[in-house]
């Protein structure tokens, strides 16, 4: 196991108590560790064709904020070996329970057989590697999102395993994640009692803003808030959470400092055009309030502590937010700016442990 | 002229001075009325073929945020009256100078000369029909910008004009407009001195979401904020501020109180990924706070006046935002809510006339 050493190694804190982490990224570390979880057709697929991994990822290998250079296993990529995580996360952080996103980008895989076939290699990898050998982690179920039905079958094949604890989709998709054409991705999470994750990236093919390809991937990154909004937008008027009184669902590493504003558009704009979505029975930010959570990290932060507060009391609830390290994403330079300075005890009890306890039921 | 009637009446209010309305509609109300403004051919165009007008439109006509009802004059359509934008808007508000936004969707229009054509027809219509008849108007210039040399062309044509100080870019685009092949706009504008505004709404022919098409009308117009916000990360970071000392942007209609968040996120996520746009040389929402400002309407406002306050205070200027009505569209109920409360008076001076006066150079 590499040490952690440096200005730049993940150093974690005593928070005062045991939190609940629900943002450690994990990554498959290469085409090989999934041939014992493929059956003799994909093995071969994969030995004859072009194909390895997905080639597309929200987090380019040496771009700053993807990964701490001591993150990375002698022979691994970041966020691949169990060792690490638990020094560098578990244990530096006290973690009760942490919850694992594996962001394979089965999305960008066209073919769907593919992509159902190496998103059930990944669940099982999941649980064989880490599900079983580490009591303290939950994870995320990857499915081939872009048929929806495939999704949910996988859904059902992994559901019952008690480590999985939400379905994970890439936020930016194909077409915005309240269309009906996704509801059998939520009726499969609502047999299992699933949350449903919206996750940092995505790679469907079409561009990431609404005004066609940006750039640079400072603006995919930074400007992955606002396929956050659209998506929360279409989530609430479509009426998914009307259709599945049961639904949740958790909003991961997309920022959440501009809640207060978004609501507030939505709540105004609702009294004026509500005709149009006559299932919507209470304001767009009520459904927010109730039926989303955040992760905490990136903290997209003012330098002024009293802003942080205002910002909460802005959102008018102290339940939407959930601790997180984003581990091995680097977005933040000392563990005292992980959780915003200045909240009361009941606050800072709810973030660190109490909302996602609640919300996925642990 | 139709008089103003009933609680659906725009009504103004004395704010105790002259303002300065940076947010004015004005719609060219049928293709009749561009046809003194055409050369033969493209009368005969507009005669033989099926084209009559763009038919996209972001202002669906009876959407009840697009319009109140008495703003129609009886033959004609909302903001196509010099006699009600006199009495409804100059007048009621006490407005010494006032900014015309013809939302006429060039963009929509694939043929490149047809998009020029008509461009031009409108450009000299409100000359003759409203900057020609009435001193307090100003206008932006409506250009081809799916073609940027030839909206570069038609800001030369009218830019020496001195009702026009600005340029008009419909905020849904193609391509992000900080790219390289946007910059002969921004050339043209720096020639004439004018501001290049981006505005809601806009045709392009993809989609309005980084995550596809949604579903509902209030999807496309609560989210129009979003592709400010993604326009305003590729602004920045593409270096057209470097490149154009004098360069200088409006964006009309999109909402504000979203901007603190994104002022924080960017400049947390360029420390990290700066050595991509190494043009930049400060911090970008220094460029937001220097170059950029703001039409105060619509207004997401905060049902808690403390939290307005707040946020002008998290912007760190109080030079950004600027007076608008957003005549004839139906933002607030009551012209009270026009201004947010608890300005001082030097914050309420700047906001009501002395930013817009500034940057426009009126």
Redesign the interface.
């Known amino acids: 196991m590499q040490q952690s050493t440096g200005a730049l190694a993940p150093r974690g804190m005593d928070l005062g108590q045991a939190v609940i982490d629900t943002d450690i990224h994990v990554n498959v570390p290469s085409e090989n560790a999934l041939f014992p979880y493929l059956n003799d057709h994909w093995r071969e697929y994969l030995r004859y064709s072009a194909f390895r991994l997905p080639t597309d990822t929200a987090y380019p290998k040496n771009?700053?904020?993807s990964a701490l250079p001591t993150t990375t296993p002698e022979n691994g990529t970041a966020g691949s070996s169990l060792d690490l995580v638990r020094s560098q996360v578990l244990d530096a952080w006290n973690v009760e329970v942490g919850i694992l996103n594996c962001s394979y980008a089965a999305e960008s895989l066209h073919n769907p057989d593919t992509g159902a076939a190496m998103s059930a290699a990944v669940n099982d990898w999941l649980v064989a590697e880490w599900l079983d050998k580490e009591p303290r982690l939950r994870a995320s179920i990857v499915v081939p999102s872009r048929v929806p039905e495939l999704a949910a079958k996988e859904v059902d094949r992994v559901g019952g395993h008690p480590g999985f604890v939400q379905v994970y989709l890439p936020?930016?998709?194909?077409?915005?994640?309240?269309?009906r054409r996704y509801w059998p991705i939520f009726e499969a999470a609502a047999r299992h009692d699933l949350v449903v994750s919206l996750q940092f990236g995505?790679a469907?093919g079409?561009?990431?803003?609404?005004?066609?390809?940006?750039?640079?991937?400072?603006?995919e990154?930074?400007?992955m808030?606002?396929?956050f909004?659209?998506?929360i937008?279409?989530l609430v008027?479509?009426g998914g959470f009307d259709h599945f009184p049961n639904l949740r669902m958790a909003m991961i590493e997309g920022?959440w400092?501009?809640l207060?504003?978004?609501m507030?558009?939505?709540d105004?704009?609702?009294k004026?055009?509500?005709r149009?979505?006559p299932w919507n029975t209470q304001t767009p930010s009520d459904y927010i309030r109730q039926r989303m959570r955040f992760s905490l990290q990136?903290l997209?932060?003012?330098p002024?502590p009293k802003?942080m507060r205002?910002l909460i009391?802005?959102i008018g609830s102290d339940d939407v937010l959930m601790f997180s390290t984003d581990y091995p994403h680097?977005q933040f330079d000392r563990p005292e700016d992980a959780v915003p300075a200045g909240l009361s005890d009941a606050q800072r009890r709810k973030i660190l442990s109490e909302n996602a306890r609640a919300f996925y039921r642990l």
Do not use: C, F
């Not at 936020?171 to 269309?179: I, L, M, R």
């Not at 079409?206 to 603006?219: C, D, L």
């Open positions: 771009a700053p904020t936020v930016v998709s194909e077409a915005p994640y309240g269309h995505g469907p079409n561009p990431p803003t609404g005004a066609g390809w940006p750039s640079y991937y400072i603006e990154y930074a400007g808030s606002q396929v909004m659209s998506q937008l279409n008027v479509e920022g400092t501009w207060p504003s978004l507030w558009r939505i105004k704009d609702w004026g055009l509500r149009e979505v990136p997209d932060a003012s002024d802003h205002m009391d802005q680097w």
